[in-house]
């Protein structure tokens, strides 16, 4: 048996400013990103710290109450999946842009009032 699993599972703030747009085909769409970050200590012992942007992106009813209930450094879970869109720039290089594409929020801020999933 063949198994397969795109699944990204993250909780942190909201890093950006969140921006929705209405895609030519009537599509809602939400793009922001979430900021997560690691602590360890390196073989010194000194502390170190890396932190992490992530592109989130949401479409439809999603999109609407993320825009709704949220703002930057609001806390939210996401989970879903990545993907990686690909295109040409006007000077001809090709450009690569891997998001996170979700269908599932949990709202951890207070005043985030919403349920989480159609």
């Not at 949401?58 to 930057?72: D, V």
């Not at 869109?85 to 090709?94: A, M, T, Y």
């Amino acid at each position: 048996m063949s198994w397969c699993l795109n699944q990204v599972e993250l909780i942190w703030n909201i890093s950006s400013e969140i921006i929705t747009v209405v895609l030519p085909n009537g599509t809602k769409t939400t793009n922001f990103s979430l900021a997560t970050n690691r602590d360890w200590k390196d073989a010194n012992g000194n502390k170190q710290e890396e932190v992490e942007f992530h592109n989130i992106v949401a479409f439809w009813n999603l999109a609407e109450r993320i825009e709704k209930f949220c703002s930057k450094g609001k806390k939210l879970f996401v989970k879903w999946r990545l993907k990686t869109r690909n295109w040409v720039s006007q000077d001809w290089v090709k450009k690569y842009k891997t998001e996170i594409v979700i269908e599932d929020v949990i709202f951890l801020s207070p005043n985030n009032n919403a349920s989480s999933k159609d």
